[in-house]
Every structure is written in structure tokens, then in C-alpha cells.
């Protein structure tokens, strides 16, 4: 992740640099010497405001549900996510479940949507209804 913040920073001042230079058509406007100098006064300016950018590099609270997840600790439950096949995002507990998806499991016998592991459930394990999943 440390290296895509990077290229992310460097991204961020090299379009920050090419808009303003664009805008003041700066390098028509400034001889060799200037440039230089402006160049290092934007550089030193627009660090001090990057470094004010904090990159959350804290545990993510949301996983993109969108997403199946490779990490074993997420509870392998298949979710509706309006007609698409999602992942619960929870942390699994017990039998690679969440607390909740492996009460469901002790309770009804089987999931509602089956695991990610399992092809898409034509029909809803609970109510018996038909699932257009897109
Ligand atoms: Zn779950």
C-alpha cells in the first residue's frame, strides 16, 4: 500500500505542476533560471500540502461487498446484494462463518444463499421464491 500512496502523491504533484504550468503558460513566461527556482517553490509548496493528505492505513471497516475476498478470515456466507451475488463482509467465527451466518446455518440447516464457494441457488433457500440473479 505504501507504494501506491507514493505513486498516488507523485501523481497528485505532477498534475497539480502540468495544470498550473498550463494555466500560466509558465515556461513562456519565465527564463531557464526562473523556471527552476519556480519549479522548486511549487515543489516545496505542494509537499507541505500532500503531507496534509492522511491515507487511511487503518483497518477498513467496509469491505466492498462487491468483491469475493481471498482472505480467510471473512465468513464465506453469499449475500443478496440487489440480485448480485456478494460476499458477507463480517469476519468468520466458526465453520468459515460470521456469528450471524452460522446461527442461520444451526437454525434453519442451510444458508439462504448457500456459500461463495456453491453455483448461484436458483431458488432463495428460505422462502422458496424464484432469484434473478444478474
Ligand atoms: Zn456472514
Redesign the pocket.
Known sequence: MEKIHNLMLKKIKQTILDELNEEYDIFNNLCSIDYKDYINFMNNNIDTELTSIKFNTSKKKYVSRDILSTHTHQ?I?R?WNNHKASQ?S?Q?KENK??G??NNMLKKYGKLRFDTIHDPLPMYDNYTNNKLWWF
Do not use: D, K, S, V
Open positions: 465468513c456466507a449475500i458477507c463480517r468468520c462463518l460470521c450471524i451466518h
